[in-house]
């Protein structure tokens, strides 16, 4: 039985768990399941033998997030859709969600990206560039050479860099164009919707099947406006914007009939809109304010 001691321990370390499983799941759900079987493992755990505890529950998490992942490849790959993850969104400053270890990179962008490497790529990449873990222990957690690691780590490096470039824009600048993105999308305004987006931005959407959604990506400011333009032009006067923190990023969740439709994220370079993320999802929506 785990005394109290143990129990500080692990809530100690438990923002840490849950942000390792969230970036190698996707989903808050699954993310709290996987804490939970850590620490049901935790309270059986013989800590005389153990060196480190953050090391043996670290392993532990991962190990049970790489099965999980595994488990759910059939699932992801019969999803209608894009499957984009479930959005961690703050409405204020502080939430359980930004004391949960979130300073390294979990943007919808960059999940986007996690998404398209295997799950040993994925688990090796998380590990060495978000996690700082030795090629060691990612070996002993995988069970594979070291050398086969940084092979792992090499080729999941290439592919996030190829199409997860980091752009440096102040939060500032994010917040502000983003508001005026918002008052524009707000009020149906297509010509300054165009003005904030770059000549070849890209829509994703997430409707998983549940609720209407578009199965392939959108290309141009045009094309990107219009479908702002169309809600607002469906549901005159009945759409609403509110601002929020979308993955540790400035985003926006949209009202219709002052009920939540969508949780959006967006990247910006260069002072323009270059991406859009929306997660229409209702499953993925459960944990975001319903009503405005």
Not at 195 to 207: F, H, I, N, P, R
Not at 253 to 261: A, I, K, S, T
Request: glycine content about 6%.
């Amino acid at each position: 039985m785990a005394t109290l001691d143990d129990e500080h321990i692990f809530l100690a370390l438990r923002p840490r768990l849950f942000s390792i499983a969230y970036r190698m799941l996707g989903t808050r759900c699954d993310a709290d399941d996987v804490v939970q079987e850590a620490w049901i493992r935790w309270q059986g755990a013989d800590r005389a033998a153990l060196q480190s505890a953050e090391a043996w529950l670290v392993t532990v998490t991962t190990r049970l997030a790489l099965d999980r992942l595994r488990s759910h490849k059939a699932d992801r790959e019969a999803y209608i859709g894009w499957w984009l993850p479930e959005p961690l969104v703050e409405l204020d400053e502080r939430t359980p969600e930004s004391t949960a270890e979130m300073a390294s990179d979990v943007s919808v962008a960059f999940m986007w990206v996690l998404e398209r490497l295997a799950p040993e790529e994925r688990a090796a990449f998380l590990m060495r560039q978000v996690f700082d873990r030795d090629y060691s222990e990612i070996a002993a957690l995988l069970g594979k050479s070291e050398a086969a690691c940084r092979q792992l780590v090499h080729r999941a490096q290439a592919r996030v860099q190829q199409e997860h470039p980091r752009f440096g824009v102040a939060r500032d600048t994010h917040q502000e164009l983003l508001a005026t993105f918002m008052a524009a999308a707000a009020s149906g305004d297509v010509a300054a919707m165009k003005s904030l987006m770059s000549d070849d931005v890209q829509l994703v959407a997430d409707g998983g099947g549940k609720v209407p959604s578009f199965l392939h990506k959108l290309y141009g400011a045009g094309r990107v406006a219009g479908v702002f333009w169309s809600l607002e032009h469906k549901f005159p006067s009945r759409v609403a914007y509110r601002a929020a923190r979308v993955n540790g990023e400035a985003g926006l969740l949209r009202y219709v009939d002052g009920r939540l439709e969508s949780a959006q994220a967006f990247i910006i370079d260069a002072g323009k809109i270059v991406a859009v993320f929306v997660m229409r999802n209702p499953d993925k929506l459960a944990g975001v304010q319903q009503t405005i």
